[in-house]
């Protein structure tokens, strides 16, 4: 059974920083991309990044450089790096996985950033 574990969210002030991991486990075959959504009170659920198997990222619009995808391949776990975060960054980050059985979601971990 494929799980996604997410870890690493918590209270930053604004400007700081904060790294997400992503772990994904029970894959028998590949992951055909994975990476990260959020979502704020009252607000839909929107793109932050993902990563296609061949290694092609996609960032939100609203990242604007300040946040990194990037994955271990080995050991099935995507990492985001986010800088300079802002109070409106304040949200659940989901991570998934897009595996051969369907999309799998972790439960989330919460992000806030106060000003």
């Known amino acids: 059974q494929v799980q996604v574990v997410e870890s690493g969210g918590g209270l930053v002030q604004a400007g700081g920083s904060l790294r997400l991991s992503c772990a994904v486990s029970g894959v028998t075959f590949r992951i055909n991309d994975f990476g990260w959504y959020r979502q704020a009170p009252g607000k839909q659920r929107e793109l932050v990044a993902t990563?296609?198997?061949?290694?092609?990222?996609n960032y939100g619009d609203f990242v604007k450089g300040r946040f990194t995808l990037s994955r271990d391949r080995v050991e099935n776990t995507v990492y985001l790096q986010m800088n300079s975060l802002k109070p409106e960054d304040t949200a659940v980050y989901y991570c998934y996985a897009n595996v051969r059985s369907g999309v799998v979601w972790g439960r989330g971990t919460q992000v806030t950033v106060s000003s």
């Open positions: 990563i296609r198997l061949g290694g092609a990222l």
